[in-house]
């Protein structure tokens, strides 16, 4: 079983719809980290949140926006008034104990795409 | 400021032939990673270091892979003997330190590999 699930492997939106990623996560740990990543055309990988798992408060930042729900075991992405510049691949991941918070576990990546 | 910086960007091998892939982390970041991307196998942890402490080796596929770090900069990543199951981005992170507040993982721009 996967540690981190995407289900949705590619999504495609119109400019300035809004856009939601799933994100499921499993771990028996009760302390951990979850991120997003975003990777753009270039291919370079660009940190967009990390969170930890005592945090429950969802977060806003200009167009995105995080909700972390440990009962479902989620942290999904949503990203307001989407612009062609958020096509990208975007990750989620997951840092647990047993590798002292070092090392990520990622998913699969959900591929966005906005057209015009 | 810089970023971590990968190189050579693409490497061109053929079977058989070893190969060295190399990473400059941020300045003052003592933690490295190394990860794979393959379309197969999405995005893999390879090993990690953090300052002069011993690697954490449990993400290498196998014992063709080994990686050094030294002066706890500069790190090269070694694949001998290549297959062509190695192909992939191998892309190199770095982080103030590992675990816990400092996990925050800033990517380069990777090295592409392909074996022949």
């Known amino acids: 079983a996967q540690k981190v699930t995407q289900a949705q492997t590619e999504i495609s939106v119109v400019e300035k719809e809004d856009v939601t990623l799933d994100c499921v996560y499993e771990?028996?740990?009760?302390?951990?980290?979850l991120f997003w990543y975003k990777q753009p055309p270039s291919g370079e990988l660009v940190f967009l949140i990390r969170?930890?798992?005592?945090?429950?408060q969802n977060e806003i930042s200009g167009r995105y926006s995080w909700n972390f729900q440990k009962s479902t075991s989620s942290f999904n992405f949503t990203i307001t008034a989407s612009q062609v510049v958020d096509s990208a691949v975007y990750f989620c991941?997951?840092?647990?104990?047993?590798?002292?918070?070092?090392?990520?576990?990622f998913g699969k990546g959900t591929m966005l795409l906005v057209s015009p | 400021g810089a970023g971590v910086s990968q190189s050579p960007s693409n490497k061109v091998t053929e079977k058989g032939k070893d190969v060295e892939l190399r990473c400059d982390p941020i300045?003052?970041?003592?933690?490295l990673y190394w990860y794979r991307q393959s379309l197969g196998q999405g995005l893999e942890f390879l090993i990690y270091?953090?300052?002069?402490?011993?690697?954490?080796k449990s993400g290498l596929p196998s014992d063709r892979f080994s990686a050094e770090r030294t002066g706890g900069s500069v790190s090269t990543l070694t694949i001998q003997r290549t297959q062509q199951e190695d192909s992939a981005v191998y892309l190199c992170?770095?982080?103030?330190?590992?675990?816990?507040?400092?996990?925050?993982?800033?990517f380069g721009p990777g090295t592409r590999l392909t074996v022949l």
């Open positions: 992170a770095s982080s103030l330190k590992a675990g816990g507040l400092y996990n925050e993982q800033f």
């Open positions: 771990t028996r740990d009760t302390t951990y980290y």
């Open positions: 969170r930890n798992s005592f945090d429950e």
């Open positions: 991941a997951l840092s647990e104990p047993n590798s002292g918070y070092s090392t990520l576990t």
């Open positions: 300045s003052g970041h003592t933690a």
């Open positions: 270091f953090q300052g002069n402490s011993a690697p954490d």
